[in-house]
C-alpha cells in the first residue's frame, strides 16, 4: 500500500513537472514563444532513427530523432513558421510548418520536399540561413499555392492524388512498414517512387561571366536561318540567357537547367572585377541546378595549391598568396554550396593534406 501510494505521489509530481516545463517552453520563459511540432517521416517506408532538426522564427535549432515508425516529437523555443529538415544516411528531406499557435504537424515526406522546392530555389541554403527575412516569406497562403502547384505537377505526370489528399504536411500519414502496407498518403509516396517521368535537360556552357549584352560587333548579333532568314537580332547577356532558359523551362513539365563548365573565367571587366561573383549571383537567378566545378573555381584552388607548395619551401610571399587564394576560393565555394573534401578530384597532390592545409590558413590568428 505504501508503494502503490509512493507511486501515485511520484505520477502526480511527474505530471506536474512535464506540465511545468511545455508551459515553460511554450511561453518562452519571458515571452519569447514556443511551438511543438510533431509529424511522421517517410518516403513510402518509414525513416526509423533520422535526425530531425527544426528552425523557427525568433528560436535555437532543436533536434529529435523518429521512432521506429518515422514519428518525431520536438519543442523549440521560438514560434511558427518553422522549417524542418529529416535526415537519413544520405537521404535528406525538408518540410514546413506555418500559422499560428504552440503546435503544429508537420510531415517530412518527398512531397514536402517539393512543396518547400515551390517556395525557394534552394532548400539546403533556405535551412542553413534561416532568419526572420526568410521567415517572413513563409506564410499559409504560399504554402497552400506550393501545395496546389506540387499537386497539379503530379496530376499532368500520371499520377493519381486522392481527393482527400490536399494538404501534404498535415494530413495523417501512416508509412508502411513491414508487411503492413501504410495509408493512402504513403501509398503515393510509393507510385511516385515507381513512376518514370520525362525531363528536358536544358544545358548552357561557356557563359564565361557575359553577364551584359556584348557589342554588335562582338558576337551581340545574329542572323537567323532557315524561315527567318536575314533577320538580325540580338543575343548574349544575362538578360537574354535567362529569357531562353524561361522559354524552355515553360515548355517542359519537368526540365533541370545545368551547366557543362566554363561558366565563369575569362569574363568581361563588370564580372571580372568581382571574382565572377557577379556571374555566380547570375547563375543562381537562372535558375542553374547543377553544374561542374568549371574553370574558376578550379583556378583559385590550383593557385591556392600552389601557393601551399610553396610555402612548403618558404617561397617569399606564398603565406599571403594562400591567404588571397583561399579567400577567393572560399566566396565561391560558399555560394555553390561545395565542400572542401569533394574538391579532392581537383586539387592536385594528397588531398586529406590539403584540406588539413586549408583548416590551418581558416583558423583565426
Same mark, same amino acid.
Request: proline share 4%; glycine share 10%.
Given at each position: ?15 506536474f ?6 508551459t ?28 530531425v ?15 521506429? #515508425? ?5 519543442? +523549440?523555443? !521560438?514560434?511558427?513558421?518553422? &522549417?524542418?529538415?529529416?535526415?537519413? /544516411?544520405? $537521404? @535528406? ?44 516569406k ?12 506540387v ?58 561571366? #557575359? ?5 554588335? +560587333?562582338? !558576337?551581340?548579333?545574329?542572323? &537567323?536561318?532557315?524561315?527567318?532568314? /536575314?533577320? $538580325? @537580332? ?88 594562400s ?30 593534406t ?12
Amino acid at each position: 500500500m505504501v508503494l502503490n501510494c509512493f507511486r501515485a505521489r511520484f505520477s502526480l509530481f511527474a505530471s506536474f513537472a512535464l506540465t511545468s516545463l511545455l508551459t515553460v517552453a511554450c511561453s518562452g520563459g519571458g515571452g519569447s514563444g514556443g511551438v511543438i511540432l510533431s509529424g511522421v517521416a517517410a518516403t513510402g517506408a518509414a525513416l526509423p532513427g533520422a535526425t530531425v532538426t527544426s528552425k523557427c522564427s525568433q528560436g535555437s535549432t532543436e533536434t529529435s530523432l523518429t521512432d521506429a #515508425n518515422g514519428n518525431y516529437s520536438l519543442i +523549440s523555443s !521560438g514560434v511558427l513558421p518553422c &522549417l524542418i529538415r529529416a535526415q537519413s /544516411g544520405s $537521404t @535528406v528531406l525538408h518540410s514546413v510548418a506555418t500559422g499560428s499557435g504552440t503546435t503544429a504537424s508537420a510531415n517530412i515526406s518527398p512531397l514536402t520536399e517539393a512543396v518547400v522546392n515551390q517556395l525557394t530555389d534552394d532548400p539546403v541554403a533556405l535551412f542553413a540561413n534561416f532568419d526572420k527575412s526568410s521567415a517572413a516569406k513563409l506564410t499559409d497562403s504560399s504554402v497552400a499555392n506550393a501545395q496546389k502547384t506540387v499537386i497539379a505537377n503530379l496530376v499532368s505526370n500520371g499520377l493519381t492524388v486522392p481527393a482527400t489528399l490536399t494538404d501534404f504536411i498535415k494530413a495523417p500519414l501512416v508509412a508502411a512498414k513491414g508487411s503492413t502496407s501504410g495509408n493512402d498518403y504513403d501509398k503515393l509516396l510509393d507510385n511516385m517512387a515507381t513512376q518514370t517521368y520525362p525531363v528536358k535537360i536544358i544545358a548552357m556552357n561557356d557563359f564565361h561571366g #557575359n553577364i551584359q549584352s556584348p557589342a554588335s +560587333s562582338n !558576337g551581340g548579333t545574329v542572323t &537567323l536561318p532557315n524561315g527567318a532568314a /536575314g533577320v $538580325t @537580332v540580338n543575343v548574349g547577356g544575362a538578360a537574354y540567357v535567362a529569357t531562353a532558359i524561361k522559354t524552355l523551362k515553360s515548355a517542359a513539365s519537368n526540365s533541370v537547367v545545368v551547366g557543362a563548365g566554363d561558366l565563369t573565367g575569362a569574363s568581361p571587366f563588370a564580372s571580372s572585377i568581382t571574382h565572377d561573383e557577379a556571374a555566380v549571383d547570375v547563375l543562381n537567378q537562372f535558375g542553374l541546378d547543377v553544374t561542374s566545378v568549371g574553370r574558376r573555381l578550379g583556378l583559385a584552388y590550383m593557385g591556392l595549391v600552389g601557393c601551399l607548395s610553396a610555402a612548403r619551401i618558404a617561397t617569399l610571399h606564398s603565406d599571403v598568396c594562400s591567404q588571397d587564394y583561399l579567400r577567393l576560393a572560399d566566396r565561391i565555394r560558399l555560394k555553390l554550396n561545395i565542400k572542401d573534401t569533394e574538391l579532392c578530384p581537383i586539387v592536385a597532390g594528397d588531398c586529406p593534406t590539403r584540406i588539413a592545409q586549408l583548416r590551418v590558413l581558416r583558423a583565426p590568428r
